[in-house]
Structure formats: structure tokens, C-alpha cells
């Protein structure tokens, strides 16, 4: 056996080390990024806390409603020229995200109290955005069959494979809240439409909060009546006495998100 081989061999472990440390900063959100959102709906539900607590991380709390809801909501986002953020807009790519996340609370290591979301799922309409998607984040992309149509004040989002048909009408400026819902009015309902400032994800092993700050212009939700929310993810997990909170709907919106930024959380 030649020395180069036994060499080369012995350093193979060193190599993998090397690989696996840069695959872990790249899914850090090394970069910023920036789209433009032509819409964004989401369906926001309330649920007995102690439902979603097993759905979060150690280092996050809930954020809840008279302390008894927590929420979790799905997001269909339509983008445009998504890119590295100061990238010429015909690098960019569009796409139809759909992201479900849990609304939380984290202290960090300095004492700040932060508002954000926590994703356990995401989708898209392209295996571009699923393979980019799941080098630079941890948000575990998926590809689906989504799509979304406009009939007049109608909006449409199906899929077969994510079994998701919702409908909502962007046209009645009198839309009144879901019945069951748990706010008094829609001003009370705004504050769990997102997004929030921030979206948190955990390293379990390291104890370390991945913190990404999204940055907006002009971010006006509007009221929009839900007419189906058949949502097949949210009803897979199980939780019991679900009810649709609200439905908002933004439009026409430059957004970026920052750099990603860790913290050590201290229990």
C-alpha cells in the first residue's frame, strides 16, 4: 500500500469534518436576501396551549392569547426576483412559498425579548427553491403541487399532494371574523397575523437560536373573508379544538431578511 494512499485515507475523516462544518454555516442564512411579495395570505389558528407546547423547542415559549391560545398559522406567499439581497433583479426567481409556523416568544442571552414565528414546514412550487432552500435554511422545503388563481375578488389556493383548498374574498371591506374565532375585532386579531420581526430555529446540540430579522416597506394586512380552509397539514398533527382565528391578505410588498445571527441561550 503506497504512503500517499495511507495519507490521503487518513485524512478522509478530516475532509468530512470540514464538509459537514460548512454545510452548517451555509443552512445559518449566510446572506442576506430579498423578494418583492406580490401576496401574501395567511390563515391563522388558535389552539389550547398546551397542544402546540410539544411542537417548540426548550429555549422558546409560546405566544398566547389571555394565556390560554397559541397559535399556528399557514402562509402562501407569492414572490418575485427572490435573490441574494443587492443582486441584479434578473437573477432573481419566483416562487410560491407556503410556510406553516407557530407564534413564540424568546429572551436572549443579553435580556431581549423577542416576538417571531417557528417554522415546522415549509413548501414550494419549484425543486429549485426546495434544493437552494434547504442548503442556505433549516426549514426543511418541500416541492407541491400548489397553485393560486384570482376570479374577480376570489382568491384560490389548491393542492392535491399538500391536500390544502382554501378560498378567500379580498373584496368585502365589511369581512367579518371567523365565528368561533377567539379575538373581539380584527384590530385585536392583527396581532397574531404576521409576520413577526423574527424567525427562530434551534440548535438543540449547541443550544444555539438562529435569529432572522425580516425587513419590510408598506406592510398593510387587510381583512379578508375566509370561505374553506381546508388546511391537511394542521389537521395531520392531531391538535384538538382548532378553530380559524383570522385571515389576512398583503399585497405589492418589498421585503429582505437579514443575515442570520446566532445566540446562545442560557436556561
Known amino acids: 500500500m503506497s504512503l500517499s494512499f495511507i495519507a ?33 395570505l395567511v390563515l391563522t389558528y388558535a389552539v389550547p396551549k398546551e397542544y402546540l407546547q410539544t411542537f417548540i423547542p426548550e429555549c422558546l415559549q409560546l405566544d398566547t392569547f389571555k394565556n390560554k391560545w397559541a397559535f399556528i398559522a399557514v402562509a402562501i406567499v407569492k414572490t418575485k426576483e427572490l435573490r441574494p439581497k443587492g443582486f441584479p433583479k434578473f437573477m432573481g426567481n419566483d416562487f410560491v412559498l407556503t410556510g406553516y409556523r407557530i407564534f413564540v416568544r424568546y429572551t436572549t442571552s443579553q435580556g431581549k425579548h423577542l416576538r417571531g414565528l417557528y417554522i415546522i414546514r415549509s413548501e414550494t412550487d419549484k425543486k429549485k427553491m426546495e434544493f437552494w ?89 387587510k381583512a379578508v373573508e375566509v370561505l374553506k380552509h381546508n388546511v391537511g397539514f394542521i389537521q395531520s398533527l392531531g391538535l384538538k379544538d382548532v378553530v380559524l382565528a383570522n385571515g389576512f391578505l398583503i399585497q405589492n410588498v418589498p421585503y429582505y431578511w437579514k443575515k442570520g445571527k446566532t445566540d446562545k441561550w442560557k436556561p
Open 8 to 40: 490521503n485515507h487518513s485524512s478522509l475523516p478530516l475532509v468530512i469534518e470540514n464538509a459537514k462544518t460548512l454545510l452548517a454555516f451555509l443552512k445559518n442564512h449566510p446572506f442576506a436576501v430579498e423578494a418583492f411579495f406580490e401576496s401574501s
Open 133 to 221: 432552500g434547504n442548503i442556505f435554511t433549516h426549514y426543511n422545503y418541500g416541492t407541491t403541487d400548489i397553485h393560486l388563481t384570482n376570479e374577480g375578488s376570489r382568491i384560490k389556493v389548491q393542492s392535491t399532494k399538500s391536500n390544502l383548498d382554501i378560498q378567500v374574498d379580498n373584496g368585502n371591506e365589511s369581512a367579518s371574523l371567523p365565528q368561533q374565532s377567539p379575538f373581539k375585532d380584527w384590530k385585536e386579531a392583527r396581532r397574531f397575523a404576521g409576520p413577526l420581526p423574527f424567525t427562530l430555529t434551534y440548535d438543540a446540540a449547541k443550544k444555539e437560536v438562529l435569529i432572522i430579522e425580516g425587513i419590510r416597506e408598506d406592510w398593510k394586512p
